[in-house]
C-alpha cells in the first residue's frame, strides 16, 4: 500500500472512532496499535514503552498539575465573589456596568487558573444571578461569561501554553510572554463591545440604582483592595520569575501551587477536606490530559515511522497563494476541526504537523504557536462542541435557554476572529514582550 | 457479577484516592528545592529526579481512576444522541479492537522490560543523584495493570446493556 493510502486510512480511521464517541484517548492509542501492528510489527510496543517513559519522565509536562492544583485553591479561596462585589460597587454605575466587570474578573481569573472549566463556572455562578436580576439582556450576559471564561486557556499561566511548549519544541516561558497582549486584546476587544452596545442599547446592560451602591468610597477600595491585590501579586510572582529567567516553569508552577494554598489558608478557606479535593480534582484532570499526551506520541512515533508526516509536509507546500494560503487554510481548518473536536484532541494532533510546516515557509514559530492559540479560543464558543457553551448550560437558571447562550456568544466569536486578524496584521501583538525576554 | 464489578471499581476508586495526594508531595519537593537554592543557597541533588518520578507516578497511576469516574473526555455530539444499546456496543466493539489489544500488550511487554531493569539496578543518568529507576518503571506495569481492570468493569456493564440487564452504577 501507498503512503497516501495508508495515511488517508489512518486519519479516516481516526476521525470514524472519535466521532463514534470512543474517549479520544483510547481511538488515539489504538490506531497507533492497529496500524503499528500491521506495518511495523510487534516491535512497535517497544516505541510505545519508550514514549510512554519519555511522557512520565518529562519535567516540564509537571507544571499541568502544578497549575491545576494552584487554580483549585484560587477557585475556592473566595476571590471571585470578593472581586465581583467590589467591581459591582465600582462599575454598577455604568450602562454595561457589570457585564465589564465579569470580562475583568474572567480575566484575573484567568491568570490565577489554568483552565476554561474553573473560572467559568466560578464567575459564572456569581454573575449570571447578578446580571439577570438587573434585567441584562440573557444573551449578551452568557456571551459575556462564555467569551470571558475562555480566555482562562489563554492568559497565562495556562494549561493549553505548557501542553504547546513541549510539542512544538518552543520554550513555555517564552509561550507565556507571547500569549499576555493577545490575551488582554480579547478582554480588551469583549470590554469594548459591552460598553458600546450598553451605551446604545441601554435597556441590553441597565446600570444599576444609585442605592444599590452607597458605600463609603474608602470600604469600596478596601475591598478592591483585599480582592485584586493577593492574586495579582501571586500571579506577576509566578510570571516574573519566570520572565526574569530566575526560576524554571515547573519551579514557578510549585510556587504558584503553593501561595494558592496560603492565599486560601488567608481567607480561612484551606481545610483538609478542600486539600483532598483539590488532589483528586487535579488528579482527574491531569491523567485526562497526559494520558492523551501518551497516546498521541503513541500515534505520531507510528505516522512518522510511515511516512506520514513527510506526506502532510508535501501537501502543505503545494498549496496555492504559498505561505499565505498556508496561513488561511491551516487557521480554516483549525476553525472547523474546533467546531467538532476539543481543544486537547486538537493541540496533540495537529500542532506535530503545523509547526514544521509553518517553519518552512519562514513564520516566526513563536508567533504562529501564539496565533494558533488565539484561534483555539474560538473552539470553545462555537457549536456543536464547545466547552464553554457546555459549561454555562450545566449551571445556568431555568429561565435561560441553550438558544439565548448560543445567540449571546455570535458577536463575541466575531471578536475573536478580529483579535486573530489584529495578531496577523500586527504580529508586534504577539512577539513584543518575548523579545524582551533575556536569552 | 455485581460482586466482581464492585470488586473491580473499589480498586479503582482506592489507587485515586492514595495516588491522589502525590500532587502535594511533589509540590512540597519542589518547593524544598526553591527554597534550599534560594535561601540557603544548598540545592538538593536529589529534587529533580524525584518530582518528575512523583509526577509521572501520579498521572499514570491516575488513569483508571479517571476511567472510573468517566473522565476521558468523548467527543459526545453524536454518540450522546445514540441509544443506551448503541452505545454500548460502541463501547464494547472498540475496547475489543482498541482498548484490550493495546494495553494488553503493552502489560505484557512491560514486564521483561521492568524485569531487566531489577535484575541491573539500572540507574538514572540525568543529575547527580543516580537513584535507582526500577521503582519508577514498576509504576508503568501497575499503572497499566489498572487500567485493564477498570477497563474489563466498564467492558462487562457495556454487555449487561447488550443483554438486557442493565445494572445502575454503584
Redesign the interface.
Known amino acids: 500500500m501507498s503512503p497516501e493510502f495508508v495515511t488517508a486510512l489512518m486519519f479516516a480511521g481516526l476521525f470514524a472512532?472519535?466521532?463514534?464517541?470512543?474517549?479520544?484517548?483510547?481511538?488515539l492509542?489504538?490506531?497507533?496499535?492497529?496500524f503499528g501492528?500491521a506495518f511495523i510489527g510487534?516491535a512497535v510496543?517497544?516505541h510505545?514503552?519508550v514514549r510512554?517513559?519519555g511522557?512520565?519522565?518529562?519535567?516540564d509536562?509537571?507544571a499541568v498539575?502544578?497549575f491545576l492544583?494552584m487554580g483549585v485553591f484560587m477557585e475556592k479561596a473566595g476571590i471571585a465573589e470578593r472581586l465581583y462585589s467590589a467591581l459591582h460597587l465600582l462599575l454598577g454605575g455604568l450602562r454595561g456596568g457589570l457585564g465589564i466587570s465579569t470580562i475583568i474578573i474572567c480575566a484575573v481569573f484567568a491568570a490565577a487558573t489554568g483552565v476554561v472549566g474553573a473560572s467559568e463556572i466560578t464567575v459564572g455562578l456569581i454573575a449570571l444571578p447578578a446580571m439577570l436580576s438587573r434585567q441584562y439582556d440573557k444573551a449578551l450576559a452568557c456571551g459575556a461569561i462564555c467569551a470571558g471564561g475562555t480566555l482562562g486557556i489563554l492568559i497565562p499561566p495556562s494549561v493549553m501554553i505548557v501542553i504547546y511548549g513541549p510539542l512544538a519544541g518552543i520554550s513555555v516561558g517564552k509561550l507565556f510572554l507571547a500569549a499576555i497582549l493577545p490575551g488582554l486584546l480579547l478582554a480588551g476587544l469583549y470590554i469594548l463591545y459591552i460598553a458600546i452596545r450598553c451605551y446604545r442599547r441601554p435597556g441590553d446592560g441597565p446600570p444599576l440604582a444609585a442605592e444599590d451602591r452607597r458605600v463609603p468610597a474608602s470600604r469600596k477600595l478596601a475591598l478592591l483592595a483585599t480582592s485584586i491585590l493577593p492574586p495579582a501579586v501571586l500571579i506577576l510572582a509566578v510570571l516574573g520569575s519566570i520572565f526574569f529567567g530566575i526560576?524554571a516553569v515547573?519551579?514557578a508552577a510549585?510556587?504558584g501551587?503553593?501561595a494558592g494554598m496560603l492565599l486560601a489558608a488567608c481567607y480561612g478557606r484551606l481545610t483538609a477536606g478542600l486539600?483532598?479535593d483539590a488532589?483528586?480534582q487535579?488528579?482527574?484532570?491531569?491523567?485526562?490530559i497526559?494520558?492523551?499526551a501518551v497516546c498521541a506520541a503513541f500515534f505520531s512515533t507510528v505516522f512518522v515511522a510511515l511516512g506520514g508526516d513527510d506526506l502532510i509536509q508535501k501537501l502543505f507546500a503545494g498549496l496555492p497563494f504559498g505561505k499565505w494560503g498556508f496561513l488561511l487554510g491551516s487557521n480554516l481548518l483549525l476553525i472547523l476541526l474546533g467546531m467538532?473536536?476539543?481543544w486537547?484532541?486538537i493541540v496533540f494532533i495537529m500542532v506535530p504537523l503545523l509547526t514544521p510546516a509553518a517553519a518552512s515557509f519562514g513564520f516566526d514559530p513563536v508567533w504562529f504557536a501564539a496565533l494558533v492559540m488565539v484561534n483555539l479560543q474560538i473552539s470553545f464558543l462555537t457549536p456543536?462542541?464547545a466547552y464553554s457553551i457546555f459549561y454555562l448550560r450545566g449551571i445556568a437558571p431555568p429561565g435561560v435557554t441553550t438558544a439565548d447562550i448560543y445567540r449571546g456568544v455570535v458577536p463575541f466569536v466575531g471578536l475573536q476572529v478580529l483579535a486573530l486578524l489584529l495578531c496577523i496584521l500586527f504580529p508586534g501583538i504577539i512577539t513584543f514582550l518575548p523579545g524582551l525576554m533575556r536569552g | 457479577m455485581r460482586r466482581l464489578l464492585r470488586i473491580l471499581d473499589s480498586i479503582s476508586e482506592w489507587s485515586g484516592r492514595v495516588v491522589c495526594w502525590l500532587v502535594l508531595v511533589f509540590t512540597l519537593t519542589l518547593g524544598w528545592e526553591i527554597v534550599m537554592r534560594y535561601v540557603f543557597n544548598a540545592p538538593t541533588k536529589w529534587a529533580f529526579d524525584m518530582s518528575y518520578m512523583l509526577g509521572g507516578a501520579y498521572f499514570w497511576l491516575g488513569v483508571a481512576y479517571t476511567s472510573l469516574k468517566k473522565g476521558h473526555v468523548r467527543i459526545d455530539i453524536f454518540y450522546r444522541r445514540f441509544s443506551r444499546r448503541t452505545q454500548a456496543l460502541i463501547d464494547v466493539g472498540l475496547s475489543l479492537l482498541f482498548f484490550f489489544p493495546l494495553w494488553g500488550m503493552l502489560l505484557y511487554r512491560l514486564i521483561p522490560y521492568v524485569y531487566l531493569s531489577w535484575i541491573t539496578q539500572e540507574r538514572s543518568m540525568q543529575g547527580y543523584w543516580m537513584p535507582v529507576l526500577y521503582p519508577f518503571k514498576t509504576v508503568m506495569p501497575v499503572g497499566a495493570a489498572l487500567l485493564l481492570l477498570q477497563g474489563i468493569s466498564d467492558f462487562l456493564r457495556s454487555l449487561l446493556v447488550l443483554a438486557g440487564r442493565e445494572e445502575e452504577r454503584a
Not at chain 1, 17 to 27: K, Q, R, S
Open positions: 472512532g472519535i466521532f463514534l464517541g470512543y474517549p479520544t484517548a483510547f481511538v492509542g489504538g490506531i497507533s496499535m492497529v501492528w510487534p510496543f517497544g510505545f514503552i510512554l517513559e511522557v512520565m519522565k518529562n519535567y509536562l509537571l498539575p502544578l492544583y526560576a515547573t519551579e510549585a510556587v501551587a503553593l486539600v483532598r488532589c483528586l487535579t488528579l482527574q484532570i491531569t491523567s485526562m497526559l494520558l492523551i467538532v473536536i476539543d486537547i484532541g456543536p462542541f
